[in-house]
Structures are given as structure tokens and as C-alpha cells.
């Protein structure tokens, strides 16, 4: 939103290192995570609308950028060769050639999670047995159907590196639809824009939010007991209060630093994909006979799969752990992995010195057990059938 006033001309700085610009930035961004983290506290009847509202809005913005843009781009500046979008490289960052190759993945890398968002509201899902499994496979399906056709067009519909180069906007994008679509045109898709990452900060937040009390009921978060209380409609308000006051916290730290926000932003993404990578290891080489009888499963390509998603994520994390600029300065500085290895170290030892039975009851074992012999029961008595 705030790109709106380099198109406009307006007489303030977009300049990120301005504190000026940042405390602007700061207060807009307080007021959207206000709005988008407000919706978590509505009755939870009205999520399946909220949902379908979302989806509405991401598809409409799908559609209007692979129909609408290409058309305003063919009019006003022209398309790029397929050599600029499928061979061409330039190198900005001063890494090696290879590096500077990797480093295209660094913005996609960060937003490439949340596939096991169904896993988390699992508990509120019917049939979750196989519903979770099914919208984990099918929300990296579509990503992966809908993100991949929408960046070769984006490489296709960018300007030249001159022009685009000499934008001021901190959202680029901004200025390449003005360009191509014009100032009444593109003010429309930034709405749309606007309101799908809204949204989709709201879904975001019914997943997290159930995530938070998960982990609070089990005791591992400070003032557990609070924050795993439900309300009556049996919504978990006090978690949504958790994840709203922390996640307004985090946003302060734009304020003394543009590097200091942007790092914990990739940090941010980095324990989700090294958790993927974790598990992804563990059912390759430590459990690949294992949990056979889960109602939804890949079957036989569970164990390859696995492994090719251990070396992408591993690669993913890789990539969200460099410096972006080099040489590395205290102002290029990607402190992500300074991040992440403080937050490793503090687990490591709570995990050293805090008794077992305080973090993975007794009792919560049993019950896991309890439910895995009753799914193997329920394997055995199919098996039976088939068999008679």
C-alpha cells in the first residue's frame, strides 16, 4: 500500500532506511495484523466463510494476473524474450555464479510453508484421519500448480533491469502494474492484493493459533495453563491473544532496523522447513517401515518422496541462511542463522535438563499407544475380511 506513494508522487520518502518511512510502515502494518488477526476471535462458524472468501480472492487474483497483466503488458511495454526468462542470469548480490543462481529461490523460500495447516486443526476436522492427510498433499499440489505457471509469467511481464531498477517503491510490483495496467488499473489489483494477504493472514492465524494451544496444553510454553484455556464456543481466545501480542511485538522491530525485520522474517521460515527436513529424515532412514496403516498415504512412494523432500528442504534452508549481498557487511548481514542456533541451543538444553515426564507425559503416551493398537486392530480386522 504504502508503494502508492511513489506512483503518485507524493512528497514522502519511500526509503526504508529512513526512520520516517519505517514508523509509517510500523503503524500500517500494526493496523492490517489488527484486522487479519482480528477475525480469529469471531465465532468459529463463521471460518468456513472466511475460507472460502480467502480462496476466492487468491483465485481471483490468479486469474486476473495470467489473463489481464500479459494482455497490459502486450499493449503498453512488451513481453521479455524466452532467453531472459528461461537462461538469462544476472548477478546483483556479488556471489559466485552458482550462489547468485541459488539466491533466486531466497523470497519464494520463506512463504514455501504451511502445508501441514490442516494438520494443525485437526482436532476440530471430521474424518481427520484422512481429511488432514489429504489437505496437507493437496495445499502443496496447488501451490505447486498455480505458483509455478504465475513466476514464468511474472519473468515473461517484467520491464527491462534499467527501469525496473529505478523504481523507489519498497513493492516493486506496485510500479510494474502501474506501468502496465495504468494508475486506475493497477490500483484495483493492489486492493485485491491487499485483502488476499489479509485473508490469507487470516487462515494463517486459525492454524497457528491451534498450533500455540497444542503446545501450551502440553505444558511446554510459560503461563501453559492460561493459554490452553478455551472459551465457551470452545475457540482457543487466549492462544489467538498469545499469537496476536507476539506477532505485534515482532513487527517493533521495524523500527530500528530494515535488516533486523527482514531477518527475522527468513528466520522465521527456517524452523518450519528444517522441521520438514527433520521429520522427512526420520521417515527415510530411521521409520520407513513404520505407521503402515494410516487411512491416507502416499503407500510405496512414501519412502522416496520423503527423501526428495529432505533435500529440497535442506537446500531451501541453506538458501534462507546467506547473506543476500556480499561481501558481508553488519548491514548486508543475514542474522537468521544466529537466530535459528540460538533458538536450536535453547531447545538442545531444555531438552537435557527438563525430566522427561514434565515434557511427554505418561499418560499421553498410554493414549498414543491406545490409538495406534486400535488402528492396528482395525488394519487386522480389514485384512481378516478380505481374506474370509
Known amino acids: 500500500m504504502l508503494s502508492e506513494i511513489a506512483?503518485?508522487?507524493?512528497?514522502?520518502?519511500?526509503?526504508v532506511t529512513d526512520v520516517k518511512f519505517r514508523a509509517v510502515q510500523w503503524i500500517v502494518s500494526e493496523i492490517f495484523l489488527f484486522i487479519a488477526i482480528g477475525m480469529n476471535y469471531l465465532n468459529p462458524k463463521t471460518y468456513k466463510t472466511i475460507f472460502?472468501?480467502?480462496?476466492?480472492?487468491?483465485?481471483?487474483?490468479?486469474?486476473?494476473n495470467i489473463i489481464w497483466l500479459p494482455i497490459a503488458v502486450s499493449k503498453s511495454y512488451g513481453f521479455q524474450s524466452a532467453e531472459?526468462?528461461?537462461?538469462?542470469?544476472?548477478?546483483?548480490?556479488?556471489?559466485?555464479?552458482?550462489?547468485n543462481w541459488m539466491l533466486s529461490y531466497y523470497?519464494?523460500?520463506?512463504?514455501?510453508?504451511?502445508?501441514?495447516?490442516?494438520?494443525?486443526?485437526?482436532?476440530?476436522?471430521?474424518?481427520?484421519?484422512?481429511?488432514?492427510?489429504?489437505?496437507?498433499?493437496?495445499?502443496?499440489?496447488?501451490?505447486?500448480?498455480?505458483?509455478?505457471?504465475?513466476?514464468?509469467l511474472f519473468l515473461f511481464c517484467?520491464?527491462?533491469?534499467?527501469?525496473?531498477?529505478?523504481?523507489?517503491?519498497?513493492?516493486?510490483?506496485?510500479?510494474?502494474?502501474?506501468?502496465?495496467?495504468?494508475?486506475?488499473?493497477?490500483?484495483?489489483?493492489?486492493?485485491?492484493?491487499?485483502?488476499?494477504?489479509?485473508?490469507?493472514?487470516?487462515?494463517?492465524?486459525?492454524?497457528?493459533?491451534?498450533?500455540?494451544?497444542?503446545v501450551a496444553r502440553d505444558g511446554v510454553l510459560p503461563f501453559s495453563g492460561w493459554i490452553s484455556k478455551v472459551s465457551g464456543d470452545r475457540e482457543p481466545r487466549n492462544a489467538v491473544i498469545t499469537m496476536h501480542t507476539v506477532a505485534a511485538?515482532?513487527?517493533?522491530?521495524?523500527?530500528?532496523?530494515?535488516?533486523?525485520?527482514?531477518?527475522?522474517v527468513s528466520a522465521a521460515g527456517v524452523p518450519t522447513i528444517m522441521a520438514y527436513a527433520l521429520i522427512c529424515f526420520g521417515r527415510t532412514f530411521i521409520t520407513p517401515n513404520e505407521f503402515r496403516h494410516a487411512r491416507w498415504s502416499l503407500g510405496k512412494?512414501?519412502?522416496?518422496?520423503?527423501?526428495?523432500?529432505?533435500?529440497?528442504?535442506?537446500?531451501?534452508?541453506a538458501v534462507l541462511f546467506s547473506p543476500i549481498e556480499f561481501p558481508v557487511t553488519a548491514d548486508?548481514?543475514?542474522?537468521?542463522?544466529?537466530?535459528?542456533?540460538?533458538?536450536t541451543i535453547f531447545g538442545i538444553l531444555t531438552w537435557w535438563l527438563t525430566p522427561e515426564e514434565k515434557w511427554l507425559p505418561a499418560a499421553r503416551l498410554g493414549k498414543l499407544k491406545e490409538i495406534e493398537e486400535s488402528m492396528n486392530r482395525g488394519a487386522h480386522g480389514r485384512s481378516n475380511d478380505v481374506s474370509a
Not at 55 to 61: A, E, Q, R, V, Y
Not at 129 to 152: H, R, Y
Not at 249 to 264: D, E, G, H, K, R
Not at 336 to 341: A, E, K, L, R, Y
Request: overall charge negative; charged content about 5%; aromatic content about 14%.
Open 332 to 343: 548486508t548481514f543475514n542474522y537468521s542463522p544466529v537466530i535459528f542456533g540460538v533458538i
Open 52 to 64: 472460502r472468501i480467502a480462496t476466492g480472492i487468491i483465485m481471483l487474483d490468479f486469474f486476473l
Open 84 to 99: 531472459y526468462a528461461f537462461t538469462q542470469t544476472f548477478n546483483e548480490t556479488g556471489a559466485p555464479p552458482v550462489w
Open 158 to 214: 517484467l520491464p527491462d533491469l534499467d527501469t525496473l531498477y529505478a523504481f523507489t517503491a519498497p513493492q516493486p510490483f506496485v510500479n510494474i502494474y502501474a506501468l502496465s495496467l495504468g494508475r486506475g488499473g493497477h490500483v484495483f489489483m493492489n486492493i485485491i492484493c491487499i485483502l488476499g494477504l489479509i485473508f490469507n493472514t487470516t487462515v494463517a492465524g486459525v492454524a497457528s493459533s491451534r498450533l500455540i494451544w497444542a
Open 301 to 317: 512412494w512414501s519412502r522416496p518422496m520423503s527423501f526428495v523432500a529432505l533435500i529440497w528442504n535442506l537446500y531451501l534452508a
Open 249 to 264: 511485538l515482532l513487527l517493533c522491530t521495524i523500527l530500528p532496523s530494515p535488516v533486523a525485520f527482514t531477518s527475522l
Open 7 to 15: 506512483v503518485f508522487g507524493i512528497n514522502f520518502t519511500t526509503d
Open 107 to 152: 523470497v519464494t523460500a520463506g512463504i514455501l510453508v504451511g502445508f501441514e495447516a490442516s494438520g494443525h486443526i485437526s482436532e476440530e476436522t471430521q474424518n481427520a484421519s484422512s481429511t488432514a492427510a489429504k489437505g496437507i498433499f493437496t495445499s502443496a499440489v496447488a501451490s505447486c500448480v498455480l505458483g509455478f505457471p504465475i513466476v514464468i
